[in-house]
């Protein structure tokens, strides 16, 4: 087995999205939308859909409009088990 693949093997796998930071007005936590495109399986067509997660973000780097990748961690609330991992581009 090579170095790449024993390593590959190793590193657990976590759950990553990238989307837009849409509310910024909670201590520490981000409420992110992701956005996806996927197509309808009877018709075809390409639909976008959406969900917003609620992710930690401790240093409260991340504004309203910045663009994040977050990635899944374990509950930290209710309804927050997403953190923000880094900002990828400043609104």
């Known amino acids: 087995m090579s170095d790449a693949a024993a390593t590959a093997a190793k590193q657990p796998l976590i759950a990553t999205e990238t989307g837009?930071?849409?509310?910024d007005k909670m201590i520490k936590t981000v409420t992110?939308?992701?956005?996806?495109?996927?197509?309808?399986?009877?018709?075809g067509k390409v639909v976008t859909k959406s969900q917003k997660?609620?992710?930690?973000d401790e240093?409260?780097?991340a504004k309203m409009g910045d663009l994040v990748e977050?990635?899944?961690?374990?509950?930290l609330s209710k309804t927050?088990?997403?953190?923000?991992s880094k900002v990828i581009e400043k609104a």
């Open 20 to 23: 837009r930071v849409v509310s």
């Open 80 to 84: 927050k088990s997403w953190a923000v």
């Open 59 to 61: 240093s409260s780097t």
């Open 32 to 43: 992110v939308l992701v956005e996806r495109r996927v197509k309808h399986p009877l018709y």
């Open 53 to 56: 997660y609620h992710a930690h």
């Open 70 to 75: 977050i990635k899944a961690c374990r509950p």
